[in-house]
């Protein structure tokens, strides 16, 4: 069994070396902002930009999987709720891959040197209207990373296989509606150590994205996906 799943894995370097090629389309929020309106007066709304850490991993037995999080259950935003490490840009941060490798230092500990960052994907757009940019980044020694906790924003760390995330097992899904457009909200069910875990909403259509570019292939359930237009004022 394990002399299959080390054969399945993808080679780390070979993975680093594909992903550095990759290219996303171009960010549909990318022009929004900027100066005022002359009819109006009013500014042109400017969202904030974060970035998250997709951080993965190869284990023992070769699978890939990735670094989530539990938020701290007194948060005053999606409090206990399954998350990427990752956070709003600030001001000192010298781009996207900046700002995710300081959240997930912050967060879980996770020093910067040991995570090669090798992609930016498409851009996803919160329902607090955030730009949030995932960031793909391979931790080649986890036996380096001694997680450290910042438990005013984290309650646990744990990981998962990358791969779940374009399988229809463990997964429910429901149909929303937000500004006259209908969309799928996606739940993944997992459980470790007796642990149970839901990864859902953004978390989750960002997971199913960079395993779709990662494995190269869609999932394997229908993804109903929208463009939400953000506000001009």
Known sequence: MGTEAEAAGPDIEALIRRLRLYQPPPSPY?????????????????????????????CGDGELRVILTKRSSSLSTHS??????????EEGDADDAATALREAKEEIGLDPSLVTVVASLEHFLSKHLLVVVPIVGILSDIKAFKPV?????????????????????????EEREKMGQTFTIHYFNYEK??????IWGLTARILIHAASV???????????RVQFNLPKF
């Open 80 to 89: 206990g709720e399954v998350a990427l490490p990752g956070g709003k840009a």
């Open 30 to 58: 990318a022009s929004v902002g900027g100066g005022t309106s002359t009819a109006t007066t009013l500014p042109l709304f400017r969202p904030q930009r974060a970035a998250v850490l997709v951080c993965l991993f190869r």
């Open 149 to 173: 906790l910042n438990v005013d924003e984290v309650d646990d760390i744990f990981d998962v296989p990358l791969e779940m995330f374009l399988k229809d097992e463990n997964r429910t899904s």
């Open 214 to 224: 990662v494995y190269q292939r869609p999932p394997d359930f229908p993804e109903r």
């Open 193 to 198: 150590e007796n642990q149970k875990y839901l």
